[in-house]
């Protein structure tokens, strides 16, 4: 499963939730999912919104790790 370390970032950069929603757009719930790992599925423009505020790269914020694969996604 994927997982998204938002909560991670924004420790290193010392920034906070409010400020991250501002700086890409987002409302607070939408980055509290985001940050909570409650999405399905994660836009690239999105992805890319995020690692430019956040000056990282994509594999900053997604880790694959084993686990229950259950929610899987079968469409690309």
């Known amino acids: 499963m994927i997982v998204i ?8 950069r010392k920034m906070s939730v409010g400020e ?13 999912l985001l940050k ?4 399905k599925a994660l836009k690239i423009s999105t992805l890319n919104k995020l690692c430019h ?7 900053d914020i997604l880790e ?3 686990g229950d ?3 899987a996604c079968e469409d690309i």
């Not at 929603?21 to 509290?32: E, P, Q």
């Not at 505020?53 to 594999?59: D, N």
């Open 69 to 71: 694969e259950d929610d």
């Open 53 to 59: 505020v956040l000056s990282c790269q994509p594999g």
């Open 20 to 32: 991250l929603a501002d700086k890409v757009g987002f409302t607070m719930a939408n980055v509290s």
């Open 64 to 66: 694959y790790v084993e």
């Open 36 to 39: 909570n790992g409650k999405i």
């Open 5 to 12: 370390n938002i909560d991670v970032m924004l420790a290193k």
